[in-house]
């Protein structure tokens, strides 16, 4: 659960409160609910139901953890979220698909077990005139996300063709290096999002709901979210203001009030649809601060992270070069070799529509392999807290008073999952290293 202590929480900016809802909206990605299979129905209406069930399950655990953290934000005198007035307005809501390897249980026991697929909700602040639709990353548990979501790069889909099926008709375009071309995975992932219905608020699809949204003048719409949704956002946004057939188009939105703000993204097209997104007026091209996250309209990504690094050819290679300043030849080897496996399933979708190329993109640290050693994380003993020990660079632990002991090395799928996931809060929203329980296993 997304919770912070009003009482000592620095105020945010408005990077930093973005990204905050873009990780509130994956509460419920650890998550599993069992859920009651009817025996009286078809099997495979019985697991559809208990589907629909599972979602109103997360989707109720979900909005109580967000109502707490808006109550608790828009009750501070000082409030951490840069306004005191934040509100839900769409969803939030959870797709569920498929039940969870091995947990189906028919008779006796008629029950499953089921996580969440997709996940997605819009605030809004009349005081900053501000929607946000915060997107949620992979769930780890969802084998559905991992291989339809995630790692389906070796087809393409022609985003006009994407379009054409978005808009209620059916695609005719074949996909080419030629043309704007999204990964299958990608194209997936935006499929569901567009399917969701918000069940609590407004029973309305995302984009009926936007579209029926008259904006005063100034509002802006920001799409956002982490890993998967690093993607997906920057193209669910692209969607909707496509100048050619935008979900949006003929609305009371433009491109021009919209902005995107993904962050540890993959690569979701080829070269020209990353063109397209580029080349489109999004607002807030003028406001950029001093901080390597203050800026909008670029995918913002932690340097050595690998998912950012995912799917160019280049950029995958960088991986094992990144990682063996900080480990030995076996590992790295280990490394290189699914670094092969992926660009193998990559140029399959790049044999039709030209290379994955990354959209516009901003490093949250030092680049290179010089600058990775100060990056990665080491387990160290904290003598103020016997017990515990912290994830800390190397910098980290030479600022930390009382000095920090007896330093581990960190292996290296450990390190991965740290530097996609806390590293990122560390590195835009500021928080400190968080000590960690010893295992006594």
């Known amino acids: 659960m997304t919770t912070q202590d009003e009482t000592t929480q620095p105020a945010y900016d408005a990077w930093q409160t973005t990204f905050f809802f873009s990780l509130a909206s994956n509460d419920v990605s650890g998550t599993a609910v069992q859920v009651a299979l009817d025996p009286n129905l078809p099997k495979g209406e019985a697991l559809r139901q208990a589907a629909i069930a599972a979602a109103a399950e997360l989707t109720a655990t979900l909005k109580a ?9 828009n009750s501070s005198p000082a409030p951490f979220l840069g306004a005191g007035d934040w509100t839900v307005v769409w969803g939030p809501q959870v797709l569920c698909l498929y039940p969870m390897l091995g947990s189906v249980k028919w ?60 808009n209620g008709g059916a695609n005719t375009t074949a996909p080419s290096a030629g043309i704007p071309c999204i990964s299958q995975a990608t194209c997936t992932g935006v499929n569901q999002l567009l399917s969701m219905v918000d069940t609590v608020l407004t029973q309305k699809t995302l984009i009926g709901f936007l579209s029926g949204l008259t ?52 690569t979701p097209g080829n070269a020209s649809f ?24 670029t995918d913002i990504y932690n340097n050595v992270d690998v998912v950012p690094h995912a799917w160019g050819a280049s950029t995958l290679e960088m991986i094992p070069e990144y990682y063996s300043v900080y480990y030995g030849p076996k590992v790295v080897a280990l490394i290189q070799a699914l670094v092969n496996v992926a660009r193998d399933v990559a140029s399959k979708g790049e044999a039709v529509a030209g290379p994955y190329t990354a959209i516009g993109s ?37 600022e930390t008073q009382p000095a920090p002991v007896s330093q581990t090395q960190v292996a290296w799928p450990d390190q991965a999952l740290f530097q996609h996931t806390t590293a990122y809060s560390e590195l835009i929203l500021q928080t400190p290293p968080q000590p960690v329980s010893v295992s006594t296993d």
């Open 65 to 73: 953890d967000l109502d707490g953290v808006i109550a608790g934000n």
């Open 107 to 166: 008779a006796p026991y008629y029950t499953a077990r089921f996580n969440a697929t997709n996940a997605v909700f819009v605030v809004f602040s009349q005081q900053l005139g501000r929607y946000i639709a915060a997107i949620a990353a992979t769930n780890f548990n969802s084998i559905y996300d991992w291989f339809a979501e995630d790692f389906n790069v070796s087809s393409v889909v022609a985003w006009e063709g994407a379009l054409q099926v978005w």
């Open 215 to 266: 904006p005063a003048a100034g509002t802006t719409l920001t799409f956002t979210g982490h890993s998967l949704a690093g993607a997906l956002s920057p193209t669910l946004a692209m969607a909707c203001f496509d100048p050619a057939a935008g979900l949006l188009k003929g609305s009371g939105w433009t491109a021009a009030q919209a902005m995107i703000y993904p962050t540890a993204g993959a």
């Open 274 to 297: 990353a063109a397209l997104i580029n080349g489109t007026g999004w607002a807030g091209a003028s406001e950029k601060g001093n901080q390597p996250w203050q800026v909008w309209n």
């Open 362 to 398: 901003q490093a949250l640290n030092p680049t290179g392999r010089s600058a990775a050693g100060d990056e990665f994380v080491y387990l160290y003993t904290i003598p103020a807290t016997p017990g515990y020990q912290e994830y800390l660079t190397i910098p980290q632990a030479a």
